[in-house]
């Protein structure tokens, strides 16, 4: 027997994808990227241009909310049938940033948005962004947010990765098989998440 085993302790592995949270100080952080860029977008009157590959736009997509991957974390820490185990964490449903775009634009009152298939692969937020630092201090300075800086809240390179190709999608069903039924809709989780960074004044 091994010195864990011995201990009586367990341990359990948990795989989220795409996460959804509040978290505008990380460098993963996809919800405050894709607002910070719609905030510029909005402050200089330009469309919000889908800035990734028409496989991300078009292709089905999955993310994990925050609140679930903690239940999920809970579940496995309490629950015998989950000791010992690897499991994937997404929020069970799926989703279109095709769909999506049409909501972050929604949300900072931008009529004009899409998918421009001229430019599609050509367009990358860690270029469209490059001197934008003065308009984001604008921004803050115009809707009494939150003092930040631009690189603490957007992070281009990440955001980038996650459009720049066909999304990878994982099953839930050894969760479920062990006992684990928690979901989440993405739309309601993608809105929850951009209007949290609103509340706490990061984004106008």
């Known amino acids: 027997m091994n010195i864990i085993g011995a201990l009586g302790l367990t341990w ?13 100080y990380s460098l993963i952080n996809i919800i405050g990227a ?19 590959r028409k496989a991300a736009w078009e292709c089905y997509a999955v993310a994990s909310d ?8 809970i579940w496995a820490a309490v629950d015998p049938y989950a000791k010992n185990e690897a499991f994937n964490m997404n929020n069970g449903d799926v989703f279109k940033w095709k769909h999506f775009w ?8 931008i009529e004009e948005y899409g998918f421009d298939k ?39 390179w990440f955001a980038d990765f996650v459009l720049g190709g066909e999304a990878l999608s994982d099953s ?3 969760s479920k098989e062990h006992g684990f039924l928690g979901f989440r809709n993405s739309k309601k989780s993608f809105i929850s998440w951009i ?10």
């Open 66 to 73: 925050a609140n679930l991957i903690a239940e999920q974390h």
């Open 172 to 174: 839930m069903n050894k």
């Open 102 to 109: 049409e909501v972050l634009a929604e949300q900072f009152g």
């Open 118 to 156: 001229e430019e599609s692969g050509r367009l990358r937020l860690v270029e469209m962004m490059e001197g934008k630092v003065g308009v984001w201090e604008e921004i803050v300075r115009e809707n009494e947010l939150l003092p930040t800086k631009l690189e603490e809240v957007a992070v281009w």
């Open 12 to 24: 359990s592995v948990h795989r989220p994808n795409n996460i959804f949270r509040f978290s505008p």
């Open 34 to 52: 894709l607002c910070v860029y719609a905030a510029i977008c909005k402050k200089e009157g330009r469309p919000l241009k889908f800035p990734g």
């Open 195 to 204: 209007k949290k960074m609103k509340a706490y004044k990061i984004v106008p």
